[in-house]
Structure formats: structure tokens, C-alpha cells
């Protein structure tokens, strides 16, 4: 077991490290916003999501109140595969859903980070004592297969985490959940709606700076996994929406000229002004939805919004031609 964890860390670490390596030496530096989510990360996103600005996660839950039950008795589903569950608070709905409709019996969560991982399955054995619970502690953005398990699934990808995936890396991602899917299986899948960019940016830019923190987190995690020398305060946070790409930007800005030292990649150079993109979060609409459901082989079911057009919950089948 500990061999496991062991192999499993270093694996993990080498491809953070060439992720990382691969993202700085880019002409406009990135990192990818996977590294957001240690303990201090996935706390900091937490709070983001109690943030008055921050609408996504109300609205979200908001349409799983409504329509979960529908969703879950429509698909008869006996098994829950959620990607990037993290601490799964709005999963529960329609957790409680299948319990309810006494088909469920499986939760599957799908998680990179292996701690929220165990603390999001430690939490919910104990409050769902009759649910089989079976984490699995992978990258969706790379291959891996699921255990064992009853279908008909509910595969769901909520959060508007398919936000931070562009065009090629979100089909990428729902041809690949398409590939896990079976005829009678279903896909529920979270989308954030393109609205004024005033609300959008809104969002991204707290008045508390709760998003800057996280945004600088990044940084953090960097400094203890890999062992680089960020100095956070020589960072600012920047957040803007871009109309025509229909997504948020969000970037790290370096306040001076410096370097950067990663031992196992070398010096970085920053210039003054220069940034780092940490994450992007594209915004749907329909159509947008389905070009990308046509293009995993999906077929788009059924769309529901909430009151105020703020997101979607969209509901998908294998497309049998
Ligand atoms: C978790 C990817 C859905 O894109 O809105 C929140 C992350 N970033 N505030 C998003 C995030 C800044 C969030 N997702």
C-alpha cells in the first residue's frame, strides 16, 4: 500500500512537473487550473462559492433541487459517476434523489485531489449509510477506468467545471466520458450561460478578493510541490471576460520584472506586466452545447435553465446512428 501511494505521488508529481514546464515556456506563460486545488485551494473555492457574486453554485443547485428527482427516475439510474466531484455539497441532491427513488446504490467520485477525495467519501459514508461508495482518485483529463459497477449510470460533470476545458479539450474530455458510456447510461452536465459581462466579471473579481487569493494559491502550491520560489505579493490578480472567445480569463500579473527559480526546470523571467493564465471558464449557450455533444457523440436530451438564465443543467445519451 504504501509502494502505491508512493509510485502514485511520484507519478503525480512528474506530470505536475512537466505540465508546469510545458505551460511557463509558452509565449503567453499558463499554468493549468487543476493545481488551484490542494487543501488550501479547495477551502478557498468553497468560500468562493458562498460568495454573493458568485452565482454559479445557487443556480446550480437551485435547478438540481428542481430537477434531480426527474433526472434520476427518467434514466433509472443505479450508479452516480461524478468528474471532479470535490466536496460534492450540491451531489447530494441528487443523492438523495436516488435514495428516494430506491434505484440507487452506488456513488462513484471522481476526483484529482486524493485529500478532498477521502474527506468528500469519509463525509458522506457517514451520512448515507446505505450507499456504496467507491472514490477513485484520477485525473479526468487523462485516461483511467472505472471498478465494477451497476448501470443504468449517471455520469455528471457539474460546476461548470467543462469551463475550463477550450473546444479541442472539452470534446477531448466528453468523448472520453462518451467512451465510459453504455446505451442506457445518461450525462448531466453543468454549463455556466454567457450573459452581460458586467455580471460575468463580477464574479471573477470579488470585492473581498477571495478570487485573489485563490488566484495566487496556485502560486503557493507551485512553491511546496515543486519547490520554486514565487513571491506571491509580486502577483496581482486580473479577471476579465473576452466576448468573442465567450470566456473568463483569469490571470496572475507580475508586478516587476523578476525571476522565478523551479529547480527541476530552471530560472523563469518575467518582465513587469507580464502574466501567467491560470484558468479559463468558458461560458455555453445552447448551440454551443451542442456542437460539442455532436462532436463527443452525445446526444442533447433535455436543457433546463434557471429562473434568470444564468445556467444550465443538460441532459445527454450516447447518440446511437
Ligand atoms: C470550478 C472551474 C467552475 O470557472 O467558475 C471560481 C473556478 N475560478 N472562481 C469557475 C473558479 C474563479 C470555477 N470552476
Redesign the pocket.
Given at each position: 500500500m504504501q509502494l502505491v501511494q508512493n509510485s502514485a505521488r511520484s507519478a503525480a508529481h512528474s506530470d505536475m512537473l512537466a505540465d508546469v514546464r510545458e505551460g511557463l515556456s509558452r509565449p503567453q506563460k499558463e499554468l493549468s487550473?487543476k493545481y488551484f486545488y490542494d487543501e488550501a485551494g479547495s477551502l478557498l473555492?468553497e468560500e468562493?462559492t458562498r460568495l454573493p457574486e458568485?452565482y454559479?453554485t445557487g443556480s446550480e443547485r437551485e435547478l438540481l433541487l428542481q430537477c434531480s428527482q426527474w433526472f434520476v427516475t427518467s434514466t433509472g439510474s443505479r450508479t452516480l459517476v461524478e468528474f471532479g466531484a470535490g466536496s460534492a455539497a450540491k451531489t447530494r441532491i441528487l443523492l438523495d434523489g436516488m435514495l428516494r427513488a430506491g434505484t440507487g446504490c452506488t456513488y462513484m467520485p471522481i476526483d484529482v485531489s486524493a485529500s478532498t477525495l477521502a474527506e468528500t467519501a469519509g463525509t458522506l459514508r457517514i451520512r448515507y449509510p446505505e450507499l456504496r461508495i467507491m472514490p477513485v482518485n484520477a485525473d479526468i483529463t487523462r485516461d483511467f477506468r472505472l471498478p465494477k459497477h451497476d448501470g443504468p449510470v449517471l455520469f455528471a460533470l457539474l460546476?461548470?467545471?467543462i469551463?475550463?476545458f477550450d473546444e479541442m479539450n472539452a470534446t477531448r474530455l466528453l468523448r472520453r466520458i462518451r467512451g465510459q458510456m453504455e446505451p442506457l447510461d445518461s450525462f448531466l452536465l453543468g454549463v455556466?450561460l454567457r450573459k452581460s459581462t458586467r455580471e460575468l466579471e463580477a464574479?471573477?473579481n470579488d470585492v473581498q478578493g477571495v478570487?485573489a487569493r485563490?488566484?495566487r494559491n496556485i502560486l503557493q502550491v507551485l512553491n511546496r510541490e515543486l519547490g520554486a520560489d514565487f513571491d506571491l505579493m509580486a502577483f496581482s490578480h486580473r479577471?476579465f471576460y473576452d466576448e468573442h472567445l465567450h470566456r473568463?480569463e483569469?490571470h496572475l500579473v507580475s508586478a516587476r520584472d523578476q525571476v522565478v527559480t523551479i529547480p527541476e526546470i530552471g530560472r523563469i523571467p518575467l518582465t513587469r506586466g507580464e502574466t501567467i493564465r491560470s484558468?479559463i471558464?468558458c461560458k455555453y449557450d445552447r448551440a454551443a452545447v451542442q456542437v460539442l455533444f455532436e462532436a463527443a457523440g452525445l446526444e442533447l436530451e433535455e436543457w433546463h435553465t434557471d429562473e434568470h438564465q444564468r445556467f444550465a443543467l443538460v441532459l445527454g445519451r450516447v447518440r446511437v446512428d
Open positions: 487550473p473555492f468562493i458568485y454559479l460546476g461548470s467545471t469551463g475550463n455556466d464574479a471573477y478570487t485563490f488566484n479577471a473568463i483569469m484558468e471558464s
